[in-house]
């Protein structure tokens, strides 16, 4: 009964901007550490950004000062701002709960193009 939805992909220019969500349920939420995670096409998942369920957060270094992660428990909903995008930020990002993760959501495309 676990799900994890992401939204809020889409195409958008070099330099621009996107927020995604994770919105949960089936889960106590508040009490799990929550991270995103994205793969290119070819590459291996990586890890983006890590917050835990008290609210301290990791940022990978490609996307430090770029990336916000953050929670909102009483919604349920986990959020990535993403500043200043790059091609190579191009891939499928993907939500996920639990530390490491044991759930994850089924993924939103995020197309990183001129």
């Known amino acids: 009964q676990v799900q994890l939805v992401e939204s809020g992909g889409g195409l958008v220019q070099p330099g621009g901007s996107l927020r995604l969500s994770c919105a949960a349920s089936?889960?106590?939420?508040?009490?799990?550490?929550e991270g995103w995670y994205r793969q290119a096409p070819g590459k291996q998942r990586e890890l983006v950004a890590t917050?835990?369920?008290?609210?301290?957060?990791n940022y990978a270094d490609s996307v430090k000062g770029r990336f916000t992660i953050s929670r909102d428990n009483a919604k349920n909903t986990m959020y990535l701002q993403m500043n200043s995008l790059k091609p190579e930020d191009t891939a499928v990002y993907y939500c996920?709960?639990?530390?490491?993760?044991?759930?994850w959501g089924q993924g939103t495309q995020v197309t990183v193009s001129s």
């Open positions: 917050i835990t369920s008290d609210g301290r957060t």
């Open positions: 996920a709960a639990g530390g490491p993760p044991n759930y």
């Open positions: 089936g889960i106590i939420f508040r009490l799990y550490a």
